[in-house]
């Protein structure tokens, strides 16, 4: 059997371990995307002023940058398997209690809860996929498939709120909510009982365990010892790299993520438009972060990844050069490049970078802070987005939003330079077999 081949097999046998990751990520932007098309329903239907909505919303993004921020402390209390397999247990909980609220407080609590057990998943979920495959490679391909189940999560939030739009009352917010809840209970079953999953588990412990005694890595590893110990000027660059990346990044992702409607709508399209609109923006994202999968684990990765950057680039670019007088057809157009080149300099090349660079015992907390600090940033910018992406104001932004870009695409150039300086190697066929630094992570 060749290398490819066997390549191939291996990411086929522990696909099903991704997917069970990657609901969790579906189950994330799920309960983001679910709750941001029906908070206008909730609002109607339990009487929420303004400032009630504004804590509820507030308070999902808070809490998932709370959830991030500690997951490393959660895997720390309960160890890294044992929160993989429950944290959907308190997601689903806090969906049934979304479900059968019936006033402000039972709603904030239920989106509080699903918010935490949503931040907490993606590190944990992401360092389990990265402990237990046979090799990096193969870690490769199966973090960046997770991203698929994100964009699905958006895909499946945006299909059943168009579709229950004209179901009156609160009934349609209900079952967008306990459509989540029954994906959450399922993911928590599946994770708990499944016998493979215990498999893949104990076989990439004793993976690691080999690897520390032919390392003779003896001392403790804790995030004080990799990003200021012997190693600082490798895994501190790593870490501001990312951070930097993923904080550019995110500032626009979360924008179209939660404005999108709001930008069209504001453009001149109609409510029906907009979220018709954005049912195919998201399926062009779809696409691109299925074909962005295949390439992650290869040494097409990068390249991938300044066409993405150059295509965000210049859709902002147009935006603001074009002006926003053209209508919504334009921003539609404009969103859509975006969508096209996000996949490929995004989130997705986010978690492959985290997962690759940094040693296991300390992933879920360094991944859980960038995310945690990510989603405080985007939540306070969330105040004055809304002013933005105003008409007379969106080709000024649509400037900014290219600089976004710039800083986001130095910051990635700034982390493949440091890998290839250091030897990081998960990309087929870049370098000879023998030429691999086993001790990369």
């Known amino acids: 059997?060749?290398?490819?081949?066997?390549?191939?097999?291996?990411?086929?046998?522990?696909?099903?371990?991704?997917?069970?990751?990657?609901?969790?990520?579906?189950?994330?932007?799920?309960?983001?995307?679910?709750?941001?098309?029906?908070?206008?329903?909730?609002?109607?239907?339990?009487?929420?002023?303004?400032?009630?909505?504004?804590?509820?919303?507030?308070?999902?993004?808070?809490?998932?940058?709370?959830?991030?921020?500690?997951?490393?402390?959660?895997?720390?209390?309960?160890?890294?398997?044992?929160?993989?397999?429950?944290?959907?247990?308190?997601?689903?909980?806090?969906?049934?209690?979304?479900?059968?609220?019936?006033?402000?407080?039972?709603?904030?609590?239920?989106?509080?809860?699903?918010?935490?057990?949503?931040?907490?998943?993606?590190?944990?979920?992401?360092?389990?996929?990265?402990?237990?495959?046979?090799?990096?490679?193969?870690?490769?391909?199966?973090?960046?498939?997770?991203?698929?189940?994100?964009?699905?999560?958006?895909?499946?939030?945006?299909?059943?709120?168009?579709?229950?739009?004209?179901?009156?009352?609160?009934?349609?917010?209900?079952?967008?909510?306990?459509?989540?809840?029954?994906?959450?209970?399922f993911t928590w079953i599946w994770r708990s009982v499944s016998k493979k999953f215990k498999r893949f588990h104990e076989e990439g412990l004793q993976r690691q365990k080999l690897l520390k005694d032919d390392s003779q890595e003896k001392q403790e590893v804790s995030i004080k010892s990799v990003l200021f110990g012997e190693n600082k000027n490798k895994f501190l660059g790593y870490f501001l790299a990312i951070l930097i990346f993923y904080v550019c990044w995110n500032l626009l992702a979360n924008t179209w993520g939660q404005f999108q409607t709001y930008a069209l709508t504001n453009a001149g399209a109609s409510q029906a438009q907009a979220t018709g609109l954005g049912i195919v923006l998201n399926i062009v994202s779809l696409v691109t972060t299925i074909l962005f999968a295949s390439v992650s684990g290869s040494k097409y990765r990068n390249k991938a990844f300044f066409v993405g950057a150059f295509v965000q680039f210049m859709a902002m670019l147009s935006m603001a050069v074009i002006g926003s007088g053209t209508g919504f057809i334009m921003l539609a157009v404009t969103i859509g490049f975006y969508n096209f080149g996000n996949p490929m300099a995004g989130e997705a090349i986010y978690k492959v970078w985290t997962q690759e660079s940094f040693p296991t015992e300390v992933r879920a907390t360094i991944q859980g802070f960038i995310n945690g600090f990510s989603r405080v940033c985007c939540g306070l910018f969330a105040f004055i987005t809304p002013f933005l992406v105003t008409p007379g104001k969106i080709q000024t932004s649509m400037y900014g939003f290219a600089g976004i870009v710039l800083c986001a695409t130095f910051a990635g150039i700034m982390m493949m330079r440091l890998q290839k300086k250091n030897k990081v190697v998960a990309i087929e066929d870049s370098i000879d077999d023998n030429e691999l630094n086993t001790d990369n992570v």
């Open 1 to 185: 059997m060749n290398s490819s081949t066997q390549s191939k097999s291996l990411v086929k046998e522990y696909s099903p371990l991704a997917t069970a990751a990657g609901i969790g990520s579906m189950l994330g932007s799920g309960c983001i995307v679910g709750l941001s098309a029906t908070i206008p329903v909730w609002q109607q239907g339990l009487g929420l002023t303004t400032s009630q909505v504004g804590f509820i919303s507030g308070g999902l993004t808070f809490a998932i940058a709370f959830g991030s921020l500690f997951a490393g402390k959660i895997t720390s209390l309960f160890g890294l398997f044992k929160s993989f397999n429950w944290i959907n247990l308190f997601y689903a909980i806090g969906s049934m209690i979304c479900i059968f609220s019936g006033n402000f407080a039972a709603l904030l609590a239920g989106v509080l809860v699903m918010g935490v057990a949503s931040g907490a998943d993606l590190p944990i979920s992401l360092t389990v996929v990265s402990h237990d495959a046979p090799d990096e490679k193969t870690s490769a391909e199966l973090v960046s498939s997770t991203q698929i189940f994100w964009q699905v999560g958006i895909f499946i939030s945006y299909i059943c709120s168009f579709l229950l739009s004209g179901v009156s009352g609160v009934l349609g917010a209900r079952i967008v909510f306990a459509i989540l809840f029954a994906f959450s209970l």
